[in-house]
């Protein structure tokens, strides 16, 4: 009986210390939701983190913005070699891909979009190469052409005979103009009607062959490759980093993935970096109990 009287304060002491550390951790989380009887909300519910979780990721976010991950660390990561090295490779091994692919070029296109994007694109890229048919043969003036090389083939034709007295430049010129005009004519009114159908037509022939067949005409080497993607990464990229990082806002997406995310997945991320550290705390109320009793018998025996 004495002993039991001994031992029976730490342990009462270790006990309490443990079960008070262990509802303060599981308090933390728990429960996940407010509790109400009566229309009246309990206290302590919802757990600490369930109720500040907004605040939580705000100071989450900030840390990471401020402390772990700033804009000038992303500024000197972002030019990095291995960025430059990961994107030849994937650009290269598709290229590969697509010269072993036996898929037509509708169907490769097919399945980066949708129908409806699909040809609306081919529609654009068919009034683009009309357009620009178009716009170069109105800027030849083929009816000065016309005139000009007329009066030099039909000078050719007859040098030597007799019409070569009778026919000098103005003679055909004033012959060769009329006709050179109502060329041009022709192609002012009927250019796109007459073009867009060929163009139309080079366009289904090229949506019908194989990608891999087009691959294999492109003279494409890793190292060709490795050169143009520096070059353009080098242009377009490290020379807009700063003001791109500007506009990341790192804190703002962090703390809007912490909002977004479910408490029981927040607990889950939380326990799995801090479940030893909660759980020495747990065990570290027992022992300040245990230490508690053990000085409050040694004071009791003096």
């Known amino acids: 009986m004495f002993v039991f009287k001994l031992i029976a304060g730490p342990l009462i002491g270790a006990v309490i210390?443990?079960?008070t550390?262990?509802?303060a951790v599981k308090m933390l989380f728990k429960p996940h939701h407010p509790i109400r009887i009566g229309g009246c909300r309990l206290p302590f519910t919802p757990g600490l983190i369930p109720k500040r979780k907004d605040?939580?990721?705000g100071a989450i976010g900030g840390a990471v913005s401020d402390v772990l991950l700033t804009k000038e660390d992303l500024t000197k990561a972002l030019p990095s070699g291995p960025i430059k090295e990961s994107i030849t490779d994937n650009l290269w091994?598709?290229?590969c891909e697509a010269k072993e692919s036996d898929r037509s070029v509708s169907e490769?296109?097919?399945s980066w979009l949708s129908e409806e994007q699909y040809e609306k694109t081919r529609d654009k890229l068919e009034d683009i190469i009309t357009d620009k048919a178009v716009d170069v043969l109105?800027?030849?003036?083929?009816s000065q052409i016309f005139v000009t090389e007329g009066t030099r083939v039909i000078k050719e034709k007859v040098q030597g005979t007799m019409l070569a007295m009778m026919i000098n430049d103005q003679v055909i010129q004033s012959?060769?103009?009329?006709v050179g005009q109502e060329i041009q004519n022709y192609i002012d009114n009927h250019a796109e009607e007459k073009i867009r159908p060929v163009v139309a037509g080079e366009l289904a022939k090229l949506e019908a062959s194989g990608i891999g067949s087009l691959a294999r005409q492109v003279p494409l080497e890793k190292r060709r490759l490795s050169k143009l993607i520096d070059a353009l990464y080098s242009s377009c990229v490290e020379g807009s980093i700063e003001t791109m990082v500007e506009k990341i806002d790192i804190a703002g997406i962090i703390e809007e993935k912490i909002k977004g995310m479910d408490v029981e997945k927040l607990e889950a991320l939380i326990l799995s970096v801090m479940k030893k550290e909660l759980n020495a705390i747990v065990?570290?109320?027992a022992l300040i109990g245990l230490v508690i009793g053990l000085l409050n018998l040694v004071i009791s025996l003096l």
């Open 17 to 19: 210390g443990y079960f």
């Open 21 to 23: 550390n262990y509802i």
């Open 55 to 57: 605040e939580l990721a």
């Open 93 to 95: 091994q598709q290229f």
């Open 108 to 110: 490769t296109a097919m």
């Open 138 to 142: 109105e800027r030849m003036d083929i």
């Open 175 to 178: 012959m060769a103009a009329p």
């Open 283 to 285: 065990n570290l109320g």
